[in-house]
């Protein structure tokens, strides 16, 4: 089974700190992926990256920075939170395949919180 | 990137009852659909996914959902709901990258 690990499921910070979310997928996988869940808006793509040190914008990519230093690795940086960051945030990872086998399997998320 | 559109935000219903659950999407190419499930407190996963050939797919816990192409829906079904369905769920597309677009989300609760 594929297993995607994130560093946290709680996280409380203050406004204005810099805050790390880790992500490690146990696959091999290509891609990974960080969305945000807030109620009503469904996940929302922040970044993603399809392989070591690539990265592209998602659809809310602002006050976001991602790391890819090794393949099983991703991590989100919020260079300086602020309240309108708190939200579930979901780490994702699939292969490069392209095809039926394409899944994207998720981790169990974290959830911040901004005070 | 493709738009999804869940038609409702909260279904209320009792055991044994059918469930389905409306999705549109937006882009008229080549797309890729996806029903996702989250139970209370646990990840999100995969429930089926369309890529291509039978319209009709049928996925896990006797879920299944029907592509129309005309109509650019994937409605997700079920006939006959128990209360371990209650969860949220979410429907995706996806068209010539890796990338997902989500929709709102539908939260089903079950009344036993």
Known sequence: DVKVTQSSRYLVKRTGEKVFLECVQDMDHENMFWYRQDPGLGLRLIYFSYDVKMKEKGDIPEGYSVSREKKERFSLILESASTNQTSMYLCASTSLVWGPVDTQYFGPGTRLTVL | ?112
């Open chain 2, 1 to 112: 990137a493709q738009s999804v559109s869940q038609h409702n935000h909260h279904v209320i219903l009792s055991e044994a009852a059918s469930l389905e659950l409306g999705c549109n999407y937006s882009y008229g190419g080549t797309v890729n659909l996806f029903w996702y499930v989250q139970y209370p407190g646990q990840h999100l996963q995969l429930l089926l996914k369309y890529f291509s050939g039978d319209p009709l797919v049928k996925g896990i816990k006797g879920f299944e959902a029907e592509f129309i192409k005309s109509k650019f829906s994937f409605n997700l079904r079920k006939p006959s709901v128990q209360w371990s369905d209650t969860a949220e769920y979410f429907c995706a597309a996806r068209s010539n990258d890796y990338k997902l677009s989500f929709g709102a989300g539908t939260t089903v609760t079950v009344r036993a």
